[in-house]
């Protein structure tokens, strides 16, 4: 019997081992075709105008980077990431004086990399520019919910490295400013912005709950998570709330795995998608790691979407297909398909590298 038994163990972690080999070669054959792609990470982007490479799309694509690195040291990885912010010197689009989220996504990364290599310059102009956020007395900046993702997480950081919480009383002033105008407490869904908020309604008659934006969310609190200690007086709140949202999201996950660009209408603008898809599995996956939602409920729907974002989307040379263009709704970048290339590449993948670093971390899935 014990013979069988330990048979039984080195089956399943070879398994395992096998599950974790193929989910890393996922993220490197997706991550390899976009740096080959953009060898430059300082080249400005351009789709009907130019921008630099430090905008919002590109700051979660070096997210999804940075989760890769930590689970697969390449120094090619560090190296392109370290360029980028150099190509920028660690400024932020606007200037250390913006307020808007977007500009100031990127400072995510800058902290990450100045937590590795303690350079004043990497962190100097995204504490300006959050310092400057904390000594307003301005809280309704966060009007749409993707900035939560955005710019929750650098207060975190600031309010971690410094042991200063003013970061987080400030960066919960904002949330729950946004919160109270966004979130609908019956659902346990976000509409987008005010343009969303009932009488509007999606064609079926219901709310208009976009994918990706209630996945921006989910991220949001999933990384403020991570860094604001549980002794924090909003915790359990932030806590509560990521709770609420996946488990509204379990009775609409699509029988093929993923989730909708419109929640709760299936037929608007229905089919495969991505990025929302990746940040409820990156939400999942997080949330099993470190034991706070239930691993039987949640482990087979964020496999399923996993599994099927694997065998749907990723192209030969790397190429992510359903992936959404920017916008703010379903019927956005529509069609969705695996052959159209979105307007931007990055934020896609920056979702897909994020989910798929929880997932590899993953025991004995």
């Not at 890393?24 to 075709?33: G, V």
């Not at 409820?280 to 496999?303: C, E, Q, S, T």
Request: net charge neutral; glycine share 6%; aromatic share 14%.
């Amino acid at each position: 019997m014990k013979y069988v038994l330990l048979v039984l163990c080195l089956l399943s972690q070879l398994a395992s081992a096998q599950n974790k080999k193929e989910v890393l070669k996922a993220m490197r054959i997706t991550n390899q075709y976009f740096m080959q792609k953009w060898p430059d990470p300082g080249k400005p982007t351009f789709t009907n105008k130019e921008r630099p490479s430090n905008l919002w799309t590109r700051a979660v694509y070096y997210e999804g980077l940075m989760a890769l690195y930590s689970i697969d040291k390449q120094k090619s990885y560090y190296d392109y990431a370290v360029a980028w912010g150099e190509a920028h010197k660690w400024g932020l689009w606007g200037g250390p004086q913006v307020r808007n989220a977007d500009n100031q996504c990127c400072g995510q990364t800058y902290i990450d990399l100045y937590l590795l290599d303690k350079k004043e310059e990497r962190i100097r102009d995204i504490k300006v520019s959050m310092d400057n956020m904390k000594a307003s007395a301005k809280i309704d900046d966060w009007w749409w919910i993707d900035a939560l993702q955005m710019a929750m997480p650098v207060f975190a950081r600031l309010g971690v490295i410094y042991k200063d919480t003013s970061y987080f009383n400030r960066m919960y002033d904002m949330y729950v400013n946004t919160k109270k105008g966004l979130y609908n407490t019956a659902d346990h869904l976000w509409w987008r912005d005010k343009d969303f908020i009932p009488p509007y309604k999606e064609p079926n008659g219901e709310d208009c709950y976009w994918s990706r934006g209630n996945g921006w969310v989910v991220a949001a609190l999933v990384r403020t998570l991570s860094l604001v200690p549980a002794s924090d007086p909003h915790y359990a709140e932030y806590l509560q709330d990521y709770r609420d949202m996946l488990q509204a999201l379990l009775p609409i996950q699509r029988t093929d795995g993923f989730w909708n660009a419109s929640l709760h209408d299936a037929n608007n603008y229905g089919g495969k998608e991505l990025t929302g898809t990746a940040l409820f599995v990156y939400g999942m996956a997080w949330g099993i790691n470190h034991k706070i939602i239930d691993r039987k409920a949640y482990l087979p729907v964020l496999l399923k979407a996993w599994d099927a974002m694997v065998k749907d989307c990723i192209h030969e040379d790397g190429k992510l297909g359903y992936m959404q263009s920017t916008g703010k709704e379903p019927k956005d970048g529509q069609p969705v398909t695996y052959d159209k290339i979105p307007d931007f590449e990055d934020y896609g993948l920056g979702c897909f590298l994020l989910a798929g670093s929880e997932v590899y971390k993953l025991k004995n899935r």
